[in-house]
Nanobody, 122 residues
Framework: QVQLVESGGGTVQAGGSLRVSCAAS????????MRWFRQAPGKQRELVAA???????AYADSVAGRFTISRDNAKNTVDLQMNSLKPEDTAVYYC????????????????WGQGTQVTVSS
């Protein structure tokens, strides 16, 4: 079984910074793409940023230039550094990972963390 545990959420004033982290644990072969999603009240969950195992990154237009995603393959962690935060960044942030559970698995399986709240006050 694979577990993803997020940490680092909190409350910050607009213009401030926060860093959220996610650690994967359990029994698996490797982790492919890791992503951060967010879901604000009354809205659909949206993709914020993604990073491949080879460190290729992608960002939603709304966060590009302000957020940075990074991973440590040795530690099975992924971080999201959030700068110049805006009230509209307020949401629960979820870690997602495509996990190859065994070397012979046909496809990676999707796993999710429990989410961490980020609140940006104006």
């Amino acid at each position: 079984q694979v577990q993803l545990v997020e940490s680092g959420g909190g409350t910050v004033q607009a213009g401030g910074s926060l860093r959220v982290s996610c650690a994967a644990s359990g029994s698996f072969f490797s982790i492919n793409t890791m992503r951060w999603f967010r879901q604000a009240p009354g809205k659909q969950r949206e993709l914020v940023a993604a990073v491949t195992r080879g460190d290729t990154t992608a960002y939603a237009d709304s966060v590009a230039g302000r957020f940075t995603i990074s991973r440590d393959n040795a530690k099975n962690t992924v971080d999201l550094q959030m700068n110049s935060l805006k009230p509209e960044d307020t949401a629960v942030y979820y870690c997602n990972a495509a996990v190859q559970t065994t070397s012979y698995a046909a496809a990676a399986a999707d796993y999710w963390g429990q989410g961490t709240q980020v609140t940006v006050s104006s």
